[in-house]
């Protein structure tokens, strides 16, 4: 009875957390979707507070996996056969150097988050690690039990093994490519932005403090300037403070220091290049997911898992005489080529040793039989 409540509670907290890892991927569009389409802060404050939350389930669901694996001295196999790495990754990373201290900045209060806005996200590990939420992924691969044979373990198992592969390459590729990106000398839009913003700062008129009217002319003139403070004073503002609570937020903005100057820039379009960047990888690994799972699965299946499928019954049952259907396009890989001799000749032999039995008893094969099976191919 114990045993059997145990099974219950494992079955919907596995339930739980498959419904998370697909809420979370929807969470994930859509704090990027919203940064394309330029959604208020308001909403995209409810998402980053939502990908915190996410963050902090799927951190205390690796905990609390990594602490069972350890009890039960299974450290190595969670973490590498049963992909606990991956676990570790969709996690832990993204709550310390990303969602986490969004809302921290959140928590501190506008003044302190406007102060801030410029800091966050600096470090290019911080926005490539993002990706790593993809990864997640991966997870929903168990959910795929039935792929042709439903008791196709070995399918099940090469599958998830190479989706894993080809995703978690893709992923890692990606994540260096951006860490690296700068030393081989492919800018970023973060680069180019940065770029911009010094030659604004640079070229503005001398004399600018001691005349207003000349600071304003030439900040209207630069669509990314946002507001200028001279020795604390504000001297110009595009918008009104209602103006950026409604739709700016971190992240948004970036904030320069230069002598008794203070820039506050709008970092919106390198958000939405760095968000659109996101959701490409985003489709781009769905896509390959799926592929594996609804391409290459009944392939290996089709090819592989099947045929052994068969030929094993036919070894265990008696009354099991299943030929194989054998592929012409595929008669000359080596599984079929066994299914050739199972068809030719042990279904022939495993007949007639039922008729000179005469009964429906054991089959009187000999090790030699099976022997002689291997050696007329």
Known sequence: MVEKNMKKKGSFLESLVMTAIFLVLVQTFLEDWSVVVGWSWGIRRILTVTGFGFDVFFTLEFLIRLYFAVYRGRVKDYIFHERGWIDFLASVPLLLLNSGPSVLTLWAGETAAFALGGSLNVLKVVKAIRIARILRLLRTLKIFKHIKNAESVMAQRHVTKVATIATSMLVFGLFLFTLLSAPLGFPSAEDLFNAEKET???????GAEKNPEVIKNYAATEESLLLIKYRGQTVYTRYDNHYYDQWYGPGDYDYTLQDSWEFFFDNSQVAAVNAKMNLMFFFIVVVLVLAYLL???????????????????GLEEQSYNLEVKIPQRYKDDDVYRLSALYNEVYLPLKDRTREQDGQTGSLDLKMEDLGNLFDQE
Not at 299 to 307: M, Y
């Open 200 to 206: 604004i700062i640079r070229n503005i008129p001398p």
């Open 295 to 313: 391409l290459y699965g009944p392939h290996f299946a089709l090819t592989i898992s099947d045929p052994i499928h068969v030929m094993r019954r």
